[in-house]
């Protein structure tokens, strides 16, 4: 059974930095292509980004291009969410995902192309 844990959320200001993780287990890690997504209340899901297993390709939502990056760590079944440049508005639960296959069967942005989702890690920016 596939599962994804996300760790790292917090309370940071403005201008801050945080690094979420996502455990995952129960699967051969390396080739699959995942994903972050954040919910903030009230509003829909939305794609942060991912990160493809096949050549380790990362494409990002344009809120959050060029202050945020994924990487991913095969040797302990990990992939990171760096974040830099924080804003208020980045407040949201932020989630990591999977897919089931090892490509996509929509677009990488759609949050119903995922398969596995973690429970979610609370980021706070205070202004």
């Known amino acids: 059974q596939v599962q994804l844990v996300e760790s790292g959320g917090g309370l940071v200001q403005a201008g801050g930095s945080l690094r979420l993780s996502c455990a995952v287990s129960g699967r051969t890690f390396s080739n699959y292509p995942m994903g972050w997504f954040r919910q903030a209340p009230g509003k829909e899901r939305e794609f942060v980004g991912r990160?493809?297993?096949?050549?380790?390709?990362?494409n990002y939502g344009d809120s959050v291009k060029g202050r945020f990056a994924i990487s991913r760590d095969s040797d302990n079944n990990t992939v990171y969410l760096q974040m830099n440049s924080l804003k208020p508005e980045d407040t949201a639960v932020y989630y990591c995902a999977a897919t089931r296959g090892v490509y996509y069967s929509g677009p990488y942005s759609d949050a119903k192309v995922y398969d596995y989702w973690g429970q979610g890690t609370q980021v706070t920016v205070s202004s």
């Open positions: 990160i493809t297993g096949i050549g380790g390709r990362t």
